[in-house]
Structure formats: structure tokens, C-alpha cells
């Protein structure tokens, strides 16, 4: 028998006091580090000789506190990572102790039903049909839109998965807003579709897609002999929030027969809010969607969803034959042949446990509670002589200052000025040509008091 030696017990009693005390104590925001302090660092490991365990988690344990950006911090304001709630965290833990290996139904039928469960309850509040589902659990939104124009080329293009985009006479076209997630250029670039496939639809006024503008490009490129087949709305725009006029865009895609794909990677889980639901509405129209639950469901990375209405097509994109896998079920589905991934870890443990841990009425609250203080710091900014220059009911704030555009001031001073002090993290975006700060709440630990303490320290450093 091969032993390895480690003193488990005290590491795991060290694991459990550091994620309690990491929780509830993240260390500063913005770490102050070079590249080459961190090389220093790690010369000490040659992986020549063991070094004692409970040395090197400390070693970690000290990288990890000191050199990151803590994102899990209430005064992190920026993209769209969450805190993950405790029980992700122990979620993922037990995930790794049993380690199922999800790629074969037979292999791991409770892993694979407990997310066959939670998928459709997901696709439910979304208003998705269930009787012709398919869905999966993926490393995160880039993977579910990556499968998005997947099984959109297999539904709208058969023959392609023979002879490729070879059997094709007309050029697919795919169109998506100037603010949509640059995830769709390298997914043109992937499925050899090409950076050209992809339309660039400009936003109007309220920084939404134009729809008149898409008619016009849908139409121009029929008339010039191409081929558009996919549209895609997104939910929850990165740099700005917004939403585009979903139920405008279904509709158009159903006067054109072209396939309608919602990114819902960060605001799809405002589908859990009633109040928030109707600024969504067309959502349950799309074809397939991309939802993120290391995103707003504040999970660990990285856990996205993908879901389609039509699981035929789906299947068509995916399928193999593969003759040392398990034979597989009929009435089950098999993940290795329905999605992109082969071996794949147990991604959707910890949104089961976090529904049902809180129920959906307090994911709900969660979210609710988020868009309120995005609102309190749109009124603390007015009061004190901020411009906004987004609108949307979700806490993303685009922001600029009249001495900034006066040119007295500049937006990287001011970002350079705050990563210094290490005390809050902002960031910029450029919009209609201007640079602008950008602030998301997306931390059910973050405060009004949090929100205060930007709120002073941008009024100091804007002077
Ligand atoms: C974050 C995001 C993505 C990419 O998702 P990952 O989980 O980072 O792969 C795609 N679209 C939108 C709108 C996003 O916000």
C-alpha cells in the first residue's frame, strides 16, 4: 500500500477556521503587488523534496489574503462576481469528496438527477416549455453561449454537421449589440463562422439595442445573399446593466425565422423577483439561454447554465459514439453526449443546496436588497454633483463628474488614486465615446455604510 503522510486533522480544522474568518473578514480590497514579488515568492517551492502541510497551506493562505483583488469584499464594486454564500462553499467541498464523474448518467445518477432537478426549476421561472428541454450546467456564460451557436448551427444548418460550413452557399450572420459580452467574438473565431459573422447592432439612446437598426442589417444582408440565422439580447449588458428589448427582438426573430439567444449570464436571476420579472418580459420566448449561477445566485466560480427549447437540436449538436463509455439509458440524458464538456465536476451541487437552503422568496429578497442600494447610490451621487449616464433597474452605475469633463480631472486618476488606497474597487467602461466610471453592487454583504464610504472617498479624490 502506497501512504501518504499529512496531518489531516489539523488541516481541516485550519480550512474551517479560514473560511469563517475569510468570510466574515476579507483582508483589503486591492492588493499592492508586482508579477516579479510573487516569482520571488514561489522559487521557494522546487516540488525537489516534500515540505510540511500545514507550511504550505499557510504559504497559500498568505498569497491568497494578500495578493489578490477580494472580490468577495463588501466594497468590491465591479464585474459581476459575487460573495458566494457559506454553502457554496460546502458545497464545494463535498462535490470534491465524492467527486462523481458527471460526463456518464450511469456513473453518477444522483449527481446527474439533483441537477436535472435544478435546471428545470431554473427553466420553469424562466417560462422555458419543460416537455422539449434540454439543459446543463457549464464552466460558466462563455460555455453556454459557445453552446448556444452550437446547436443553433445544428437546428438552423443540418447539414453542417457532416460537411461542415462547407455545405453551406450563404453566409451565416449572427447578430448581437455593440455592448453585447465579447464572448461571441471568440465564439465566431471557434465555430469557424468568423469575426465577420458577427453583426455589430448599435445600441440607441437608453444604451439597448436598436431594434429598427437590427431590421435594417437582417434585411440588408439578405438582400446581399447571406444567410442570418441567430440573434443575440442580452440581459444585463456588462458595462451598463441595461436590458435589451427582449419581447421587441423575439419578435422580429420570429418574422425573419432566425434563432433568439438571451445572455442572461449576470441579471438571469432576476427572474426570481417579481418585481424585477417584467423588465425581462420576452425572456421565456428566447430559444435558448444563458444564465450564470457564479453570477447573482452568489456561488463560486465557475457554474453557468445553458438551456434550449429544443432538445433535438441539441442532441444533434452534441452527440458521439463513443464505445468505452457506459452504454447509456434512454429516458435519462447523458451529459458527454449532450453538452461540450467530457469529464466535468459537479457544478450544480451548490445552487441545489443554496435553493434549498433559502427558498426562492429570499433569493429573491437578495436581489431586491442589491437593486436598492444601487438606487441609494444614484441618489447619493445627485446629491453631490455626480452625472449618470446609465439607466436601468439593476445596480450597475455608469457615472462621470462635471470636473472630469471639464478635463480638470480624469477617470484613470481617479481609478489609480483608489486602487492605491486599496479601500474599494470601481471601474471604467467607454460609452458613446466617453470614459466613465463604472459601480455594481453585486454583494448581498454590502452595506449603505459601504456605499457611504465610496461615496466619500470619490468626493475626496475627484478635488
Ligand atoms: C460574465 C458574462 C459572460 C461570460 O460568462 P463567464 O461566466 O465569465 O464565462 C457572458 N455574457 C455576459 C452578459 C456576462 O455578464
Redesign the pocket.
Known amino acids: 500500500m502506497f501512504t501518504l503522510s499529512s496531518s489531516s486533522t489539523t488541516l481541516l480544522d485550519r480550512l474551517t477556521d479560514e473560511i469563517l474568518s475569510f468570510y466574515e473578514n476579507p483582508p483589503a480590497v486591492v492588493p499592492q503587488v508586482t508579477a516579479e514579488q510573487i516569482r520571488t515568492h514561489l522559487k521557494a517551492f522546487d516540488f525537489g523534496r516534500p515540505m510540511d502541510a500545514e507550511q504550505v497551506f499557510e504559504k497559500v493562505q498568505y498569497m491568497m489574503r494578500n495578493w489578490n483583488v477580494q472580490i468577495t469584499h463588501p466594497r468590491y464594486f465591479g464585474?459581476?462576481n459575487p460573495a458566494p454564500l457559506l454553502t457554496a462553499v460546502i458545497a464545494e467541498s463535498l462535490a470534491a469528496v465524492y467527486n462523481p464523474q458527471m460526463a456518464a448518467w450511469s456513473h453518477a445518477p444522483a449527481a446527474n438527477e439533483i441537477e436535472r432537478h435544478t435546471l428545470r426549476f431554473i427553466a420553469g421561472k424562466i417560462g422555458l416549455p419543460l416537455d422539449t428541454l434540454a439543459c446543463n450546467f457549464t464552466?460558466?456564460?462563455?460555455?453556454?453561449?459557445h453552446s448556444a451557436v452550437l446547436v443553433a448551427l445544428a437546428h438552423c444548418f443540418p447539414a453542417i454537421l457532416e460537411d461542415g460550413l462547407w455545405a453551406l452557399t450563404q453566409r451565416p450572420i449572427i447578430y448581437a449589440s455593440e455592448l453585447?459580452?465579447n464572448?461571441f467574438d471568440k465564439i465566431v473565431k471557434h465555430t469557424g463562422l468568423g469575426l465577420d459573422a458577427l453583426r455589430i447592432v448599435p445600441v440607441d439612446d437608453s444604451l439597448q439595442m436598436d431594434v429598427n437598426a437590427l431590421r435594417i442589417l437582417v434585411k440588408q444582408d439578405q438582400n446581399a445573399g447571406r444567410k442570418p440565422f441567430m440573434v443575440v439580447g442580452?440581459?444585463?449588458?456588462?458595462a451598463t446593466g441595461t436590458i435589451d428589448p427582449l419581447a421587441a427582438i423575439a419578435d422580429l426573430c420570429r418574422q425573419f425565422d432566425l434563432w433568439f439567444h438571451v445572455?442572461?449570464?449576470?441579471?438571469g436571476a432576476a427572474v426570481f423577483s417579481d418585481t424585477l420579472l417584467p423588465t425581462l418580459a420576452g425572456i421565456e420566448q428566447a430559444d435558448s439561454v444563458?444564465v450564470?449561477a457564479?453570477?447573482w445566485f452568489n456561488l463560486t466560480?465557475?457554474a453557468?447554465m445553458f438551456f434550449t427549447r429544443y432538445a433535438i437540436s441539441n442532441a444533434r449538436a452534441f452527440n458521439v459514439r463513443a464505445d468505452y463509455m457506459p452504454p447509456s439509458e434512454e429516458e435519462v440524458t447523458v451529459p458527454y453526449l449532450s453538452t461540450m464538456q467530457w469529464s466535468r465536476r459537479f457544478i450544480g451541487l451548490k445552487l441545489f443546496m443554496a435553493l434549498a437552503e433559502l427558498g426562492e422568496e429570499q433569493i429573491a429578497r437578495m436581489i431586491e436588497y442589491q437593486c436598492r442600494l444601487g438606487d441609494y447610490f444614484r441618489e447619493r451621487l445627485e446629491q453631490e454633483g455626480w452625472i449618470i449616464v446609465n439607466t436601468t433597474p439593476l445596480p450597475v452605475i455608469n457615472f462621470t463628474h462635471p470636473r472630469i469633463r471639464s478635463g480638470t480631472a480624469s477617470v484613470d486618476e481617479v481609478l489609480s488614486k483608489l486602487y492605491a488606497e486599496g479601500d474599494a474597487w470601481i471601474s471604467s467602461v467607454t460609452l458613446r465615446s466617453e470614459k466613465v466610471f463604472r459601480m455594481c453592487v453585486t454583494n448581498f454583504k454590502t452595506t449603505h455604510s459601504d456605499i457611504d464610504s465610496l461615496m466619500h472617498q470619490l468626493n475626496r479624490l475627484i478635488e
Open positions: 464585474l459581476y464552466s460558466g456564460g462563455s460555455e453556454a453561449n453585447a459580452h464572448s442580452t440581459a444585463g449588458i456588462t445572455d442572461a449570464a449576470w441579471a444563458t450564470d457564479h453570477k466560480m465557475g453557468g
